[in-house]
């Protein structure tokens, strides 16, 4: 296995798959009721994936961003880091936050995630981070088993309501 810097340009297809794929495994119970392939090609076929582009794009000018693949011998992705660093001063603060992390399903629970994650916790403390952030979907346990079994704590629960499909609150009757 090598790691590989991943450039936009050259990688623009592969980063799409697997950022969509890696979100589609977080998302919402609600927007995985839609079969990945139906997801997938909603998601490639609005302006989010420009704006992904850019933004990742945007990312690399910080020197301290991890944007790599991991790559078996052939030169095939089989792991995707993607860590971004802020700054909070009057806390004394730097946050290395992953913002994206992918494991090929054929090489799941072999050991590769808690490789791939020594190698982000390595890199970030080199640049000077004292804080590690990711963030997972609800439902993706096998993500939130890896965290914690690398060491990672919850500090923040997000709640998400769907307007207009709600039961009304005592009382109400709908129209």
Known sequence: MHYRRIDPQHDRRRLLELHCEVNYACDTSWARELPYAEYREKWLSTSQTEQFLAHFAETLNDPRTIAEWAEDEEGRPIGYIWVVFADVPDYGLTIAEIAD?????????????MRLLERIERTATGLGANLLRSETGMDNTASQSLHRKYGFEPYRVAFEKRLGTAAPSAGEERA
């Open 101 to 113: 992390f992918w494991v090929a399903p054929e090489c799941r629970r072999q050991g590769l995630g």
